[in-house]
């Protein structure tokens, strides 16, 4: 039920006060939702100004989505002790921050903390907008507000990419964090209109702290381990101990919500198969999801030499197809068994990553456009099933946990997959460039074939032959790099779709179930 504050606002305004305040919380979703999609086009830029490689450029959108997980779970907390207007305020004033760092970094390290700060604002407000429509709508009503906030938010990130892109192409890379910021102030100036403040009667919550802090460094020191690797070592002092504090975090945490009074998250939920399938595969659903949507542009990016605008609306067309997907997929799952549509949406998205692990510099740009819409709206055709069939799984009583489970897997796969998909890029791309070093003798004809036939060109181009011999010596280096990393990236997205074609097992666990 609403609370009185909330009913105080709805007579002030009508019938038309439960779309005003979903409009208010798409438009915050809007802004924050957009950021962690805009950043991907920009990151080869972004990398070739601090010089930085993919191991730490990675937590530009593993750091954002990490930072984002673990305010989700701080949500209900906040609501209780501040209200939904001042949750509100305070995610968009982080958020806020967290651009205008953006814009001033003058150092890597800066950036990324830029990002956490983004991730931070936009974890708290994301799961606010869904209990406002829930407490705003009748049951009988709601499908069709969540219809009208799921299109506004998948929207974001598909038009994410392409108007990211044109910014960098016209300015730089910081143009991109500008760009948000006017949906934050209408965003604000809505929320102090339509926004309900705290309820006096409502009651305030404890917080697992405990349980929070232990969840935070297994994430973190996941991130770290996995992003380090190929730097440091994988048999070094420094990843063994990121792992072993990763390890002891999770036994932690798993122990200590076992026997909390208040747990962030209750475990015997897990005691339901099919509940739990449904998070394993919302986990795969989210490391697929965002992990494709980064290496994709450094793919066209690097390998292919897109620019930003182009790689921006190569992605384009998928996501708005995406977005007219969800609500058909919505009423599909209602009618049939979930298992059908992940099962072909699943199919779809494995199949969609194999052909682009056939990828090359000659792939066409309506070719890959064409594998990336058969991928997206694959992955369409699993979201609504799977929540939906996860959902009725679960007694009404745990349903309201179960949703935030479901957020919280999704979110973290999302981290996951992002960070454990690029460092699988970067390693088989090392170890691509390794092998055809090695090669790159005196006695491989290709190779001498290929220096000499360039040192012809420079020396016709009245070139002395020390620089000819410098020049070619490196051309032949990007070469190498160049098709290295387009080995990388096939077996990546070929990884993907592995990935995805497992996922089948714990998707064909949904049954229809009884509804809830």
Avoid at 174 to 180: E, I, M, P, T
Avoid at 345 to 371: E, H, K, P, Q, R
Avoid at 409 to 429: E, I, M, N
């Amino acid at each position: 039920m609403a609370s009185s504050t909330a009913d105080v606002l709805a007579l002030r305004y009508g019938s038309s006060y439960r779309w005003l305040i979903t409009l208010t919380a798409m438009t915050g979703n809007i802004s924050l939702i957009l950021s962690s999609t805009i950043v991907n086009v920009a990151i080869p830029n972004i990398m070739g100004a601090f010089g930085v490689g993919q191991d730490k450029a990675q937590w530009l959108s593993a750091g954002f989505l990490a930072t984002m997980t673990v305010a989700m779970l701080l949500n209900a907390w906040m609501i209780a002790a501040i209200g939904k207007r001042n949750t509100y305020y305070v995610s968009m004033v982080i958020f806020v921050a967290g651009s205008i760092l953006g814009v001033a970094s003058t150092s890597f390290d800066m950036l990324v903390t830029a990002r956490l700060l983004q991730g931070l604002g936009a974890g708290f407000i994301h799961p606010l907008a869904l209990q406002v429509i829930y407490q705003a709508f009748p049951p009988e009503q709601r499908g069709r507000a969540m219809g009208f906030f799921g299109f506004g938010i998948v929207l974001a990130p598909a038009l994410g990419p392409a108007c990211g892109g044109i910014l960098v192409d016209a300015f730089d890379w910081r143009a991109v964090f500008w760009l948000v910021l006017p949906f934050c102030g209408i965003g604000s100036i809505m929320a102090a209109i339509f926004m309900p403040p705290r309820d006096k009667e409502t009651k305030r919550t404890d917080m697992d702290w405990p349980g929070l802090v232990l969840v935070s460094v297994f994430i973190f020191a996941l991130l770290s381990a996995l992003s380090s690797g190929s730097r440091e070592g994988w048999g070094s002092d420094t990843i063994i101990l990121y792992f072993t504090v990763t390890i002891s975090a999770l036994i932690g945490f798993v122990f200590w919500e076992s026997i909390a009074r208040q747990p962030m998250l209750n475990l015997k939920l897990f005691s339901n198969l099919k509940f739990t399938s449904g998070c394993l595969l919302s986990f795969v659903w989210g490391a697929g999801n965002f992990g494709l949507w980064y290496l994709i542009p450094l793919f066209v990016q690097i390998v292919q030499g897109y620019t930003p605008t182009k790689a921006g609306f190569l992605l384009m067309p998928a996501g708005l197809l995406l977005a007219l997907v969800f609500p058909l997929t919505g009423r599909i799952s209602d009618w049939i068994s979930p298992r059908i549509p992940i099962t072909v949406g699943l199919i779809m998205t494995s199949y969609s990553c194999y052909l682009m692990a056939g990828a090359d510099t000659n792939t066409a740009f309506w070719v890959f456009g064409w594998w990336l819409i058969l991928g997206r709206v694959g992955l369409g055709f699993v979201f609504p099933p799977l929540t939906t069939g996860s959902m009725r799984a679960l007694p009404a009583e745990q349903v309201s946990q179960g949703a935030g489970m479901m957020s919280f897997s999704r979110q973290l796969g999302g981290a996951f997959g992002v960070s454990l998909l690029a460092t699988f890029v970067d390693f088989r791309s090392m170890h691509y460039a390794q092998s055809y070093i090695a090669t790159q003798t005196s006695g491989n004809s290709a190779t001498m074939e290929f220096l000499r036939t360039l040192q012809t060109y420079l020396g016709q181009a009245g070139m002395s032959e020390p620089l000819q011999i410098s020049v070619a010596l490196q051309q032949l280096g990007t070469t190498i790099y160049s098709q290295a990393m387009m080995l990388g990236f096939r077996e990546g997205f070929l990884f993907s779709a592995l990935m995805f074609f497992i996922a089948i097992i714990p998707g064909s666990l949904l049954g229809r179930g009884k509804s809830r």
